[in-house]
């Protein structure tokens, strides 16, 4: 199989993407396993599998011994996963087959129990990965915590999409290649402040129409949110018991805004339906979650007329709600630079990390105002 090989070599681990001998020992945990930690849009299979649906969804467990297997496969040729020990972000790796793949890792220290992650680093658009199961001598229950729940809804920019050219530079290989959702900035502020985190975000969708596309084709996030799997298909709706965030933020406008490829149909922007449909959608998420706490953001990638333009939408969205005297008053976030040195003029990286650092006070604040 055409995989690019790593090696991660740290004081705790030894990490070798290669094939490895497996003890007699070790068992085959199927999906289904109970000390399996799931977080973000998934979907449990009666067939003993996950489904990782949205960016960033993930498994947790601890495992006892001192290697172990994990089993995945890709409904696309472009998924990525993120492998993370003890906290270690041990990198990103292609999952390009449809048949069960394994991803063995062998620790450096077998007398440690040791705690695995396993991320989707691209988003729903790229089709889910199945998660088989984990064969190992022993997996056990992750420390159970109490930490407070965020869900970061967006678009490109909230899936850490066009932000990583480590396999292929941006002028090469598949849109879906660049994803690294683990890193990009709303992961990166969950961890940073000790929370429990949730993205549904697709890449090129707006509040009332696409980045390249026109209102009649409803390319938005509002139409697709209360699904699984965050597309029009609408199957299977979206259970939100199964995850009330204390605090939601929304980051969308970057597409509505934005001109397209100059080929196809492109009407002027409607400020006035994009705040019509922005409080709806609010009211949507309201209707889900009545005491979260929520934030607008700005867009990192708007600049000149169009940034005032959007600035003044956001404002009056905002001031719909407040005026209303809402028991927790919605608070927003706006931009003050662009971050835009990743692939196709978005952030890259680098940007993610630094749009985090900028954006942790206004989070902590959103934190403690959800109490």
Known sequence: MNIKIKFYIATIFLVILSSCKIKETQHLFTADTTTFHYSGRVNLLDSKEALLIGAASSI??????D???VYVRGDYAHNFVTL???GEHLGRF??????????P?????????????????????SGPIIFSGIKAERVQDVSQTNNKKIEFIGDSITCGAA?????????????????NAYLSYGPTIARNLNTDYMLSSISGWGIYRGWNSEEEANHTIPSVYENTYLNGEGSKPWDFSSYVPDVVTICLGTNDLSHGDGVHKR????????VERYIKFIETVYGHYPRTQIGLLSSPMVSGEDNIMFLECLDRVVAHFNNQNIEKPIQLFKYDKLYVNGCSYHPGINDHKEMAEVLAPFYQNLLESSD
């Open 60 to 65: 947790k467990t601890e495992v006892v011994g």
């Open 67 to 69: 290697s172990l297997e």
């Open 105 to 125: 890792v062998k620790f450096k220290n077998q007398d440690t129990v040791h705690e695995i992650e396993i991320v989707k680093a691209t988003e729903a658009s």
């Open 267 to 274: 009407t002027p922007f409607d400020s006035d339906l994009f």
């Open 163 to 179: 932000m990583d050219d480590e396999f292929s530079p941006c002028n090469e290989g598949d849109y879906h290649d660049h994803h």
């Open 94 to 103: 292609k999952i390009d087959t449809t048949a069960n793949f394994s991803l």
């Open 84 to 86: 993370v020990a003890d």
